[in-house]
């Protein structure tokens, strides 16, 4: 594909609901990295995937928090129960693992998540 | 972890004046230093990227310099153009493989 697509690009939801957003990478970028982004903030790392492991969850800001990639390519993050306090942004980024421009990342559009 | 310092936090030039963002890392084994731009409403987009070995690297009116002794990077903007105006951020490596450690961002506004 042309670049890195995130779907939907906007999802409202009530407090307590589970929300599922989606992040195609570049085909080929075995790197796959989740941010979040409040308003007017910076970038909040969540999770890093090579492949289909995850080396680096440490972001999750709770277990109500999870995410999974399937194929080395599409991947899921999962927030339940949502809260107030989880809207934001959420960036997903890929990368390449390997060559001369390893660790540069490539960001998707984000979905911006909105939690009444 | 690493972790990375950026200021100012918010700058605001004239049009056709220089800006400077600054940087600090903690983690000496960081070896590579990407600047990104992100404009009202869309994604972070890489810029300008520069790594260990290079002191100093150019395209176009953006300049990034490193100096690895006291372990910090800036950002050089010359010209400045109203369409310059953005949120950028710098980033680290780390020693982590794979990661990335992002500053706060510097909110750059240019006047016309």
């Known amino acids: 594909g042309a670049g890195v697509s995130q779907s939907p690009s906007n999802k409202v939801t009530e407090k307590g609901k589970d929300v599922e957003l989606r992040c195609d990478p570049i085909?080929?970028?075995?790197?796959l990295y989740w941010y979040r982004q409040s308003l007017g903030q910076g970038l909040e790392f969540l999770i890093y995937?090579?492949?289909?492991?995850?080396?680096?969850k440490s972001g999750l800001p709770s277990d109500r928090f999870s995410a999974e990639r399937t194929g080395g390519s599409v991947s899921t993050l999962t927030i339940q129960r949502t809260q107030q306090e989880d809207s934001a942004v959420y960036l997903c980024?890929?990368?390449?693992?390997?060559?001369?421009?390893?660790?540069?990342?490539?960001f998707g559009p984000g979905t911006r998540l909105t939690v009444l | 972890g690493e972790n990375v310092e950026q200021h100012p936090s918010t700058l605001s030039v004239q049009e056709g004046d220089s800006a400077v963002i600054k940087c600090t890392y903690s983690?000496?084994?960081?070896?590579?230093f990407p600047w990104y731009k992100q404009e009202l409403g869309k994604r972070p987009q890489l810029i300008i990227d520069?790594?260990?070995?290079?002191g100093e690297k150019k395209d176009q009116r953006i300049a990034v310099t490193l100096n690895k002794t006291a372990k910090h990077f800036s950002l050089h903007i010359t010209e400045t153009q109203p369409e310059d105006s953005a949120v950028y951020f710098c980033?680290?490596?780390?020693?982590?493989?794979?990661?990335?450690?992002f500053g706060r961002g510097t909110q750059l506004t240019v006047w016309p």
């Open positions: 980024a890929g990368g390449l693992a390997g060559g001369p421009s390893t660790d540069t990342q490539y």
């Open positions: 085909s080929g970028h075995t790197a």
């Open positions: 995937f090579q492949g289909n492991s995850a080396p680096d």
């Open positions: 983690d000496s084994a960081s070896n590579y």
């Open positions: 520069i790594r260990s070995n290079v």
């Open positions: 980033a680290a490596s780390g020693s982590t493989l794979g990661r990335l450690y």
